[in-house]
Nanobody, 117 residues
Framework: VQLQASGGGSVQAGGSLRLSCAAS???????MGWFRQGPGKERESVVS????????SYADSVKGRFTIYRDKAKNTVYLQMNSLKPEDTAVYYC????????????WGQGTLVTVSS
């Protein structure tokens, strides 16, 4: 599985961005996730769901503001980020976990999101 993340950029607080994660290869049964790592912070999970679209799970810090959804035809998962806050500033990564795997073994390159106050 190869993942291509895109869509980062710079916005002011309260603005919106949409990140994309396009996958090539077999993702059936995989669980995909968006992770982020802010300046001086450890990487954290933002949201995850199965590539089928089932079972989304959001971090408390983004609930109600971020929405994950997929385009099956494009094998692409999107992360719609609204009401962005400066603390959302981070490099965002998408990742995929094979069925039965414990960890996410496939990672895309990061895309930088900068939110200014």
């Amino acid at each position: 599985v190869q993942l291509q993340a895109s869509g980062g950029g710079s916005v002011q607080a309260g603005g919106s961005l949409r990140l994309s994660c396009a996958a090539s290869g077999r993702t059936s049964g995989h669980r995909m996730g968006w992770f982020r790592q802010g300046p001086g912070k450890e990487r954290e999970s933002v949201v995850s769901m199965y590539w089928s679209g089932a079972g989304p799970s959001y971090a408390d810090s983004v609930k109600g503001r971020f929405t994950i959804y997929r385009d099956k035809a494009k094998n692409t998962v999107y992360l719609q980020m609204n009401s962005l806050k400066p603390e959302d500033t981070a490099v965002y990564y998408c990742a995929s976990r094979s069925p039965g795997a414990v960890e996410f073994g496939y990672w895309g390159q990061g895309t930088l999101v900068t939110v200014s106050s």
